[in-house]
């Protein structure tokens, strides 16, 4: 995959973020927590924080949004020097995202996406158009999650939520603080593969705090790995830290050289994925089947109105049908074009199917991906890797 | 640490409850906030009953007509209300105040003092800040204060305290300023365990100020020991019967604002 | 206020030994019958919420009102004093001796009963034991409570130091009425303080160690 291609298509509506001699010291404390950090971001990047617990990596995050002060050195969003700014104003420019969403729990899910455009504001109708808008972004039905309150959605909803809220004054940076952390690995896969999808869309600065590397490698354009004292010790692509670990303590850090770890790095759209016969929900079943014998295909994606996958069924079941049926599997294995070979290939083991369907925009189908083609893909690294 | 002479529901009896939250409104739900004012209308109607055909004599009747019943009731209720009002001018602004950056640090001095102080016993205070004071209705009243500003005082800060720092961190986030989080957030959150002060307090208060007739600071309490003082039974027990049952009536209302007012969503 | 102590230290001793006396009397009868109760109650769901409904109510009731209304059954003197310290200990044990012994995580309560234990063993020796630091916390509050509630049943004459503040008080003016008073009023506020350490003190010499915090 060329970074620089997809990077040119991108809408980008972030700014770039530097940091010079960023210092964080905490009386008492021999050695700084943040001892002089210098580093940039590019508009439009998303740049993970990974490195181990202790390392600093969050109070450097935090000093972004100034939830902790720095004791020296300067930040700039753009050109603009924001290190004395009134931090509450600052703030309003940059989302903040943490585990779990840190959603107010007296207030209703539009309530919670409604407040910073509030502050800053908004008038009524424009904060319910946006909260509108925004939970079907993140992939919530505004009619039906609206007025929830938080305790009535499951954590992934609460984390939609979360960013939704971190999104709707429509700041050019986005911080996020280990945001995944506490939902099951499947649920973290999916919001994994929504927030690619909205990155690409809206183009913002991210900067992602996370202690998984598999995450930093997917989610990541550049990955910064810290030591103690927030030392950079490499700021790259995960391609090359993965390929070129500058010291032993990141090829450690990483596990750089397994194998499989390849798999993270590839992504399904990278791979040729194949096209099903797809049938609206609704159609005629005879219809369906001849197009899919036609066409010498076993099984057929069943999307809804709005293109979404619905079920994947067998030309077999479907022939015993007279219209194509609206029943959602809610264990159809869905992966983005985003994920990697590697949520591909788990996804695909937690259904117990051969293959996945992969989903595009707004959650339409972009086309099927099977383990036979996950499995070339790992001969083929191993061939390079023994060559 | 808990109250001296008035045995009214602590919160530190609700802190221990915390063991396991919840236990407390399990065992107080909905069937139990309509059983409290059922009992209390019925020893009311017996009350009323008794007070209507029991035969008197005209020492006995004459506190126990019912403008003279009235009265001492409403005297009571001012004690109440007063001391009230102060304990929470008082009492919700320095919980607070206390919680707030650089005052953190006195939190548990605060506490520790309070937490003594409150092991005195009512009427020795009573008697104190009536010599300081002299007799009446300010130095009940100020009595009254001083003794029922805790309750308010802790579970204001343990509410507070209680919030989840980083719902308080993502208030700030999000460039909410430190009075936004506290008046938007922290107090909302902090409610239910601020009322049940709120709750404890005046229970406190009513049954604290039945010691104020030692003072001659009025209210129900002058029945009580009128009755005792001049061997006038009827006036004994009319006068505890009611003061219990303002108690129960008070303590009722406590809780239906409690489940009324507890934020949504939680 | 030194000569006054001088003075009538034994009076003074012996008061506020009658004090300690009538409160750890009256709370070890109260935490035997609140205990009591509460095994018998803290199995079924139900009688839990009324415990706990009858201990809000109780507690809700002033204590003043209720020593005027215990003076019809028993006059004078010190058993309206006694049943009033005994009624008011024993609620807050109650609630958290059932909070207690309900919270008793229940698969211990299956482990105990798969070795072999008894109904009767189990509680003994695994759900009083675990429920104990709870109830403890519970006959700390009682004790500290009913200080005070001793001292207001001096004045249905009751034994011990409320007798001291209630003398002040109807000397009002007095050359030692503030002295009394004073006196009364801070030895009770010691003696809480040392009630309190010393069942601190017996928490940690009764509690197990596997379940100190």
Not at chain 2, 58 to 87: F, K, N, Q, T
Not at chain 2, 201 to 220: H, Y
Request: net charge neutral.
């Amino acid at each position: 995959m060329s970074e620089t291609t997809v990077q040119d298509q991108r809408t980008v509506s972030g700014v770039a973020i530097r940091l010079e001699g960023v210092t964080k010291r905490y009386p008492g404390q021999q050695k700084p927590a943040v001892d002089a950090v210098d580093l940039e971001i590019a508009a439009g990047e998303t740049v993970m924080f990974v490195g181990p617990s202790g390392c600093g990596k969050t109070t450097l995050l935090k000093m972004l949004n100034r939830l902790i002060e720095p004791s020296g050195g300067k930040i700039f969003l753009g050109d603009e020097d924001v290190t004395g700014q009134d931090p509450d104003r600052l703030r309003r420019r940059i989302g903040y995202v943490i585990q779990a969403g840190g959603l107010f729990p007296h207030m209703t899910v539009g309530t919670n996406i409604g407040i910073v455009p509030g502050m800053l504001g908004w008038d009524k109708k424009k904060i319910a158009e946006r909260t509108d808008e925004l939970l079907d972004l993140v992939g919530l039905d505004p009619e039906v999650y609206r007025d929830r309150y938080p305790k009535e959605l499951s954590g992934g909803q609460q984390q939609r939520v979360g960013v939704a809220r971190a999104l709707a004054a429509d700041p050019p940076v986005l911080l996020m603080d280990e945001p995944f952390g506490a939902v099951d690995p499947i649920t973290r896969q999916r919001l994994q593969d929504e927030l690619l999808r909205i990155q690409e869309e809206l183009g913002k600065t991210i900067v992602f705090v996370t202690h998984d590397f598999d995450e930093a490698v997917k989610l990541g354009d550049k990955i910064v790995v810290f030591d103690v004292g927030a030392r950079v010790v490499q700021y790259d692509t995960p391609e090359a830290i993965l390929a070129e670990p500058a010291e032993d303590y990141v090829a450690d850090f990483v596990g750089a050289g397994a194998t499989l770890k390849q798999l993270t790095l590839t992504r399904v759209a990278d791979t040729e994925l194949h096209t099903p016969i797809t049938a609206q929900v609704g159609e005629d079943s005879a219809a369906v089947v001849a197009r899919a014998t036609e066409a010498g295909e076993q099984y057929v994606v069943v999307t809804d109105g709005r293109g979404r996958p619905v079920s994947w069924p067998s030309v077999a079941e479907l022939s015993r049908t007279t219209s194509v049926p609206g029943t959602r599997d809610d264990r159809l294995p869905v992966v983005g074009l985003r994920s990697t070979l590697n949520d591909a290939l788990d996804t695909m083991l937690a259904a117990s199917q051969g293959g996945v369907v992969v989903t595009g925009r707004r959650d339409s189908v972009a086309g099927v991906l099977v383990v036979e083609q996950v499995m070339a893909a790992i001969q083929a690294t191993r061939g390079e890797t023994r060559g | 640490m808990t109250s001296a002479t008035d045995p009214a529901v602590d919160p530190a009896v609700d802190a221990q409850a915390d063991v396991e939250p919840g236990g407390r409104r399990d065992g107080f739900s909905w069937r139990g906030l309509l059983l409290q004012p059922v009992l209390v209308l019925v020893a009311l109607g017996a009350f009323a009953v008794w007070r209507a055909t029991a035969d008197l004599t005209d020492a006995e009747a004459r506190p126990l007509a019912w403008s003279a019943l009235l009265g001492s009731i409403v005297d009571h209720l001012e004690l109440v209300a007063v001391s009230a009002v102060v304990v929470l001018v008082i009492g919700i602004p320095l919980g607070v105040l206390l919680t707030r950056g650089p005052f953190r640090r006195a939190t548990p001095l605060v506490l520790g003092i309070a937490n003594t102080g409150q092991a005195a016993p009512a009427i020795g205070l009573f008697v104190l800040l009536a010599t300081w004071l002299g007799f009446g209705f300010r130095s009940a009243v100020v009595a009254l204060v001083l003794y029922s500003v805790l309750p308010v005082l802790r579970n204001t800060m343990v509410g507070l305290q209680g919030v989840d720092a980083r719902l308080v961190e993502a208030g700030r986030g999000m460039g909410m300023s430190a009075l936004a989080v506290l008046l938007r957030v922290e107090l909302p959150l902090a409610v239910p365990v601020m009322l049940s002060g709120v709750r404890t307090a005046l229970v406190l208060l009513v049954g604290t100020a039945t010691l104020a007739t030692f003072i001659d600071g009025g209210g129900l309490g002058l029945l009580i020991t009128t009755g005792i003082n001049l061997n006038l039974d009827a006036l004994l027990y009319s006068g505890a019967l009611l003061v219990a049952l303002l108690a129960l009536a008070v303590d009722w209302v406590g809780r239906v604002v409690e489940t009324v007012a507890r934020p949504k969503g939680l | 206020m030194w000569q006054y102590l001088v003075d009538r230290r034994e009076l003074i001793a012996f008061q506020a030994y009658q004090h300690v006396s009538l409160v750890v009397q009256c709370v070890a009868l109260a935490t035997v019958l609140a205990v009591g109760l509460a095994v018998l109650a803290y199995r079924s769901p139900r009688i839990t919420g009324l415990a706990n409904g009858i201990s809000a109510i109780g507690l809700t009731i002033p204590s003043f009102a209720l020593l005027g209304l215990l003076l019809a059954p028993f006059g004078f003197g010190i058993t309206p004093a006694v049943v009033a310290v005994v009624f008011y200990a024993a609620l807050p044990v109650l609630r958290n001796a059932v909070v207690g012994l309900a919270g008793v995580d229940q698969s211990l309560v299956e482990s105990a009963r798969g070795i072999g234990m008894s109904r009767w063993a189990t509680l003994r020796r695994v759900e009083l034991p675990l429920a104990w630091p709870v109830i403890l916390a519970g006959v700390r509050v009682s004790t500290q409570m009913v200080m005070g509630i001793a001292a207001v049943a001096a004045y249905v004459l009751g034994p011990g130091l409320g007798s001291l503040i209630f003398s002040g008080l109807s000397r009002l003016g007095g050359a030692n009425a503030l002295n009394a008073t004073l006196v009364g009023t801070i030895a009770m506020v010691l003696l809480a303080l040392v009630l309190d350490v010393v069942l601190v003190l017996v928490g940690r010499l009764t509690t197990s160690k596997g379940i100190r915090v």
